[in-house]
């Protein structure tokens, strides 16, 4: 017996419902959204407009790395 049962409780009862299998394709479908969003992301960081803006981490990593 476990130990949950000296205090009077009872554990909570489990189903045995599916859940990875049906949302599968949503999941996969979240990480093709992610990767898409963050390949336009990067090429507009590199567009440019915002090539040589302060604001781009690009170029903030850039700089700190020729100043050292």
Do not use: C
Request: glycine share 6%; proline share 9%.
């Amino acid at each position: 017996m476990a130990a949950w049962y000296w205090f009077g409780a009872t554990p909570i009862k489990t189903f045995k419902t599916p859940v990875f299998k049906p949302m599968a394709p949503f999941f996969a479908a979240g990480l093709i959204v992610l990767y898409g969003v963050n390949s336009a992301q990067n090429a507009l960081m590199q567009s440019d407009e915002w090539k040589n803006d302060p604001r781009n981490p690009s170029v903030k990593a850039a700089a700190a790395s020729g100043k050292h």
